[in-house]
Nanobody, 115 residues
Framework: QVQLEESGGGLVQAGGSLRLSCAASGSRFSFTALGWYRQPPGKEREWVASIYAGGQTNYADSVKGRFTISRDAAKNTVYLQMNEMKPEDTAIYYC?????????WGQGTQVTVAS
């Protein structure tokens, strides 16, 4: 069993920055990969960025160059640094990780970017 908890959401002005955290816990959890996803109001959930155990990262075109995903292995925490934020970044942000053939999701954290 794996638990994920997101934090760091909030209200920010356009052009501003936020850093989201996703803390993973579980008695036998071992990290392989973690992705950030978001669901804008009235829209489908979409992938934002991923990081893998080897350190590789991938980003959606919409956030490339503005968002950075990173990991602190000692804290079992993955971060999403969001810079130059835009109103279209407004969404509930979720993290997801695979473990033993299942996907585990956090509860989400709201991010609102005011224009």
């Amino acid at each position: 069993q794996v638990q994920l908890e997101e934090s760091g959401g909030g209200l920010v002005q356009a052009g501003g920055s936020l850093r989201l955290s996703c803390a993973a816990s579980g008695s036998r959890f071992s990290f392989t990969a973690l992705g950030w996803y978001r669901q804008p109001p009235g829209k489908e959930r979409e992938w934002v960025a991923s990081i893998y155990a080897g350190g590789q990262t991938n980003y959606a075109d919409s956030v490339k160059g503005r968002f950075t995903i990173s990991r602190d292995a000692a804290k079992n925490t993955v971060y999403l640094q969001m810079n130059e934020m835009k109103p279209e970044d407004t969404a509930i942000y979720y993290c997801k990780t695979p473990y033993w053939g299942r996907d585990y999701w956090g509860q989400g954290t709201q991010v609102t970017v005011a224009s």
